[in-house]
C-alpha cells in the first residue's frame, strides 16, 4: 500500500449504532487529519494530531472520538449519530515543520463515504 | 481568522476552452497556496503549490500566480479537457503552527464537454 488509505470506503449506520472509520499513512509523516466534506459546504476540519498528540478539536460534538495509537494511523469513533453527519470523511497526513520552506503539503486518502439513516 | 473564497460554480466549458478559476485569500503574514483538485470518487490531491509572492505553480497545464498585492491565486489552464472535470479547491497555509493547518475555499465544480 502507498500513500493514504481509509477503510471502509462506504458505510451505513443507524444512529444507535458504533462503528470506526480507519485511515492509514504509508507516507513517515508526524502529522494526521480528518476533515469531514459535506454537499455545499467547504472542507471542514475536525481534528488534528501532532506527534500523537491532539493539538486541534474543532468543535467537534462527543459522538466524534478519534484516536491516533501511533504516528501511521488515525481512527474516528463514531456513536449516536445523526443523519446530518452523513458526509464524506477525509482522512489527511503531513510532515509537520517550521519555516517559511515547510509548506507541509496535504496528503488525502479517497474518503469514506457514510449514511446515517 | 484566515479564509479562501473562490468563484461561485459550477463552470462548465468545451474541450479546448481557457479555463480560470478565481480564488482570494485573507490570512496574516505570508501564507503558503495551493490548489488541490478531487476526480469523482476520490480524495484531494495537491495540483500545484506557491510559497512566496510572485512564485508561479504549475502542473498538467494548469498554472497558479500569488499576487501579494490583490491576495489571489487564481489558477488558469490554456486547453481543457474531458477528463479535468473535478472539484477544484483553492487554499492557504498561514504560518506560525507546525503541523500545517490549511483553510479551503468551497470548492468549485468544473465540468468539460467534448
Known amino acids: 500500500e502507498t500513500g493514504v488509505t481509509q477503510t471502509p470506503r462506504h458505510l451505513v449506520m443507524g444512529m444507535t449504532n458504533k462503528k470506526s472509520l480507519k485511515c492509514e499513512q504509508h507516507?513517515?509523516?508526524?502529522?494526521m487529519y480528518w476533515y469531514k466534506q459535506s454537499a455545499k459546504k467547504p472542507l471542514e476540519l475536525m481534528f488534528v494530531?501532532?506527534?500523537?498528540?491532539?493539538?486541534e478539536n474543532n468543535s467537534v460534538p462527543s459522538r466524534f472520538s478519534p484516536e491516533c495509537p501511533n504516528s501511521s494511523h488515525l481512527f474516528l469513533h463514531l456513536h449516536t449519530l445523526q443523519p446530518e453527519d452523513s458526509a464524506l470523511y477525509l482522512c489527511?497526513?503531513?510532515?509537520?515543520?517550521?519555516?517559511?520552506?515547510?509548506?507541509?503539503?496535504?496528503?488525502f486518502g479517497p474518503g469514506t463515504r457514510l449514511t446515517v439513516l | 481568522g484566515d479564509s479562501v473564497t473562490q468563484m461561485e460554480g459550477p463552470v462548465t466549458l468545451s474541450e479546448e476552452a481557457f479555463l480560470t478559476i478565481n480564488c482570494t485569500y485573507t490570512a496574516t503574514g505570508y501564507p503558503s497556496l495551493f490548489w488541490y483538485v478531487q476526480y469523482p470518487g476520490e480524495g484531494l490531491q495537491l495540483l500545484l503549490k506557491a510559497t512566496k509572492a510572485d512564485d508561479k505553480g504549475s502542473n498538467k497545464g494548469f498554472e497558479a500566480t500569488y499576487r501579494k498585492e490583490t491576495t489571489s491565486f487564481h489558477l488558469e489552464k490554456g486547453s481543457v479537457q474531458v477528463s479535468d472535470s473535478a472539484v477544484y479547491f483553492c487554499?492557504?497555509?498561514?504560518?506560525?503552527?507546525?503541523?500545517?493547518?490549511?483553510?479551503f475555499g468551497q470548492g468549485t465544480i468544473l465540468t468539460v464537454h467534448p
Open positions: 487554499a492557504c497555509r498561514a504560518g506560525g503552527t507546525s503541523y500545517g493547518k490549511l483553510t
Open positions: 507516507l513517515g509523516h508526524n502529522a
Open positions: 489527511a497526513s503531513s510532515q509537520g515543520g517550521r519555516g517559511v520552506s515547510s509548506y507541509n503539503e496535504q496528503f
Open positions: 494530531y501532532s506527534l500523537e498528540e491532539r493539538v
